[in-house]
């Protein structure tokens, strides 16, 4: 799979950032929340990041309809 950075929150590759994957969908690299107190399968995660980089993506218009 191919990501492609659009928004994060520092540039060494170590703060929540969100990718485009070649796949049309979205990928979030964020902190692992472990106290959320829901029941997801085991093969997923709920990782949470700031508002902004979601502000950030829509305000710059980083997602073009290209896949």
Same mark, same amino acid.
């Given at each position: 799979?191919?990501?492609?950075?659009?928004?994060?929150?520092?540039?060494?590759?170590?703060? @929540?950032?969100?990718?485009?994957?070649d796949r049309g969908? %979205?990928?979030?690299?964020?902190?692992?929340?472990? /106290?959320?107190?829901? !029941?997801? @399968?085991?093969?997923?995660?709920?990782?949470?990041?700031? %508002?902004?980089?979601?502000?950030?993506?829509?305000? /710059?218009?980083?997602? !073009?309809?290209?896949?």
């Amino acid at each position: 799979m191919k990501l492609t950075r659009l928004a994060g929150g520092c540039d060494d590759g170590d703060c @929540p950032t969100l990718y485009l994957t070649d796949r049309g969908t %979205v990928a979030v690299q964020g902190t692992l929340m472990a /106290d959320h107190g829901l !029941q997801i @399968p085991p093969d997923e995660t709920i990782a949470e990041i700031p %508002v902004e980089l979601i502000r950030k993506v829509i305000r /710059d218009n980083l997602i !073009q309809d290209t896949y």
